[in-house]
């Protein structure tokens, strides 16, 4: 895990490695410091030289310049460096939630990934500058001062150092469960975020449901779960520091009664213990660092590992290795095909949504999907453009294995206009432009024509320029539609994907929204999802779904005749349709 993280250093190695020089020089710098208190007390005090009086200023005016310089300097490249490190981690993680399959999100929340790229890199980003300057900068200090120390007093040096290397190990274990801890604290900020975004996404029934005590109750909940963790962990944190104030007191004391001894029996001159004292207290500032530096690179690591447990999940829905060219022709065919979902745990009984499909859809005609809800109608459709791939059988386009072309060129000839319409929030231009990025702004305006969007987007108050909102908020259903309809016009792909969601509109919307629809239609290869039969009569093919098989295919005329699924279906819905049409008519 370690070489992981550091490979990301590899980029700013140049900043990184002057960051270092800099700590050199200012670790270094402090081991002058028992020497010019020496030579003040000694110099100065005891044998009154009024020379060394005006070298010692001028000498510590220097040194203090030359140790403000590299303080600066390994502050700011380290820091700068860490930025630029948490940038690319940033990229690393949205390029590869880009690439992973729909059922990826199926399984995560996305408050959860959201807070794994926010406070998890920012605990990576604590690991590789302040943690390893600390390592860097304080052992350079530590050793500088210790080798001070020595040429001072070798004697008190070896009773000082003996003391140190106690404290090592109440800090291990603090560090082992302080990663434990830090792990189970970004865990549960990932849950608390998603709670929270449900709360506000669905602030709709949470209010019409009155359950703000309940959403809130379960907020508490989680933010006292996460609180706890918290204070557990600054609990073992905060261990840390006093365990080795302890320690260092008793190095302190000793050092301080023995040097006593030999300056009062004349055995050495003040200023030398003087600056070995300052020495030693130098060195606890280091020291201390150094034993807290363990727990926050154990905070980083725990980070690191969620990261890296979002970068490792690779992509259901493979690339192929030497993809073939895309074919001619169009036909869409399922050869036996079969579709389960995976189980998002253990013992969940599987759900087989699709059971043998074998079933051609030709050239620039219209396929009709019709049953009840739940038959698998959309798991059928999501085959298409792989956001799924068949657990058995296979799907041919123009006779050729969908999974032996290219994942973007298989995607560029299918166009899906779903019942969940989402927009950017952006402006109804850009949310129209994103079906085909090169298009002029003649075919984006064409493309909203088309859709017969025109109309409405001229009466926003700011026309194609309308910022439309989160998902289109400020937009109705039926418009939202419309906007989905152009952009998907504009995509200009021969295969189209509809789930009809006209159910959901009045009828004035509906025939608009229709008439769209008939727009994107005409000459291409289409599946659509028909919620309302009034809608498929035209189609080539009704393909009668349920249970996850076919049941009947064929005209609507022979369908009827049959008098089986399709007929039933017809019988139900049919006849509060037409009348609901009827009268608004
Ligand atoms: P339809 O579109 O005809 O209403 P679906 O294709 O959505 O039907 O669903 C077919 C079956 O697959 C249903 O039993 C449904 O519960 C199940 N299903 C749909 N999506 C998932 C999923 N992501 N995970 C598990 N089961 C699913």
């Keep these: 895990m370690y070489r992981r993280i550091f490979k990301y250093l590899r980029p700013h190695y ?15 710098t402090d081991g002058v410091v028992p020497f010019l208190v020496k030579y003040i007390l000694d110099g100065v005090f005891t044998q009154r030289d009024e020379k060394l009086l005006w070298i010692l200023p001028i000498l510590l005016v220097g040194f203090s ?27 690393d993680v949205n390029r590869h939630v880009l690439s992973l399959s729909p059922d990826f999100f199926v399984k995560n929340s996305t408050a959860e990934i959201l807070s794994r790229v926010t406070s998890d890199v920012l605990l990576i980003r604590t690991l590789l500058t302040d943690s390893s300057a600390a390592i860097i900068r304080d052992s350079i200090r530590v050793v500088v001062l210790l080798c001070s120390c020595t040429y001072l007093d070798p004697m008190l040096s070896a009773l000082a150092v003996v003391f140190f290397p106690l404290a090592g190990f109440p800090i291990a274990r603090i560090g082992k469960r302080m990663r434990k801890l830090s792990k189970r604290g970004q865990d549960a900020i990932g849950s608390l975020a998603a709670l929270f ?25 989680g933010n006292h779960e996460l609180t706890k963790t918290f204070i557990r962990s600054e609990r073992v944190r905060a261990l840390a520091g006093p365990i080795n104030e302890v320690l260092a007191s008793l190095a302190v004391s000793g050092v301080l009664l023995y040097g006593g001894y030999t300056v009062i029996s004349g055995a050495r001159t003040a200023g030398g213990f003087m600056a070995f004292l300052v020495s030693v207290f130098l060195m606890y500032e280091p020291f201390k660092k150094l034993t807290r530096v363990n727990a926050t690179v154990q905070q980083g690591l725990a980070g690191a590992q969620r990261i890296f447990e979002i970068l490792d999940t690779p992509p259901t829905i493979q690339e192929p290795l030497n993809p073939t060219p895309l074919p001619l022709g169009h036909a869409i065919e399922f050869h036996n095909v079969s579709y389960e979902y995976p189980t998002r745990s253990e013992g969940e009984t599987k759900v087989e949504a699709l059971k043998n499909i074998s079933l051609l859809i030709p050239e620039s005609k219209k396929v009709a999907l019709v049953g009840f ?44 206009v779903g019942q969940h319409t989402f927009l950017f929030n952006d402006t109804v231009y850009n949310n129209i432009a994103y079906g085909n990025p090169a298009a002029s702004r003649a075919e984006v305006l064409g493309a909203a024509q088309a859709a017969f969007a025109t109309d409405f987007i001229e009466r926003l108050p700011l026309g194609f320029e309308t910022i439309v909102g989160e998902g289109g908020m400020s937009l109705s259903g039926g418009e939202r539609q419309r906007l989905a309809i152009a952009r998907a016009i504009l995509k200009n792909a021969p295969i189209l994907i509809l789930d009809e969601a006209t159910a959901s509109l009045d009828n004035r919307a509906e025939r608009e929204v229709q008439m769209a629809i008939e727009a994107l239609v005409s000459g291409r290869t289409t599946v659509v999802i028909a919620h309302r039969l009034s809608t498929v009569r035209d189609a080539d093919t009704i393909v009668v779904m349920s249970g996850g098989r076919i049941v009947e295919q064929g005209t609507h005329d022979h369908l009827l005749s049959l008098n089986g699924e399709y007929s039933r279906l017809h019988a139900l819905q049919f006849r509060d349709v037409e009348a609901v049409a009827e009268l608004a008519v």
């Design 14 to 28: 140049r900043k990184f490695w002057a960051a270092l020089a800099f700590m050199v020089v200012f670790g270094a």
């Design 197 to 221: 975004q449900e709360s506000m996404q669905g602030h709709r029934v949470v209010k019409i449901f009155s359950r703000e005590q309940f959403e809130q109750e379960r907020f508490e909940r």
């Design 373 to 416: 809800s739940g038959a698998g109608k959309s798991t059928l459709v999501d085959l298409i453009p792989r956001f799924i791939d068949p657990t058995q059988g296979s799907i041919s386009l123009g006779g050729v294995d969908i999974r032996t072309v290219g994942l973007a060129g298989l995607r560029s000839r299918v166009a899906m």
């Design 65 to 91: 310049v030359v140790r403000a310089i590299a303080d600066f300097g390994q502050q700011f490249l380290m820091a700068s460096v860490g930025h630029k490190v948490t940038e690319d981690i940033r990229n």
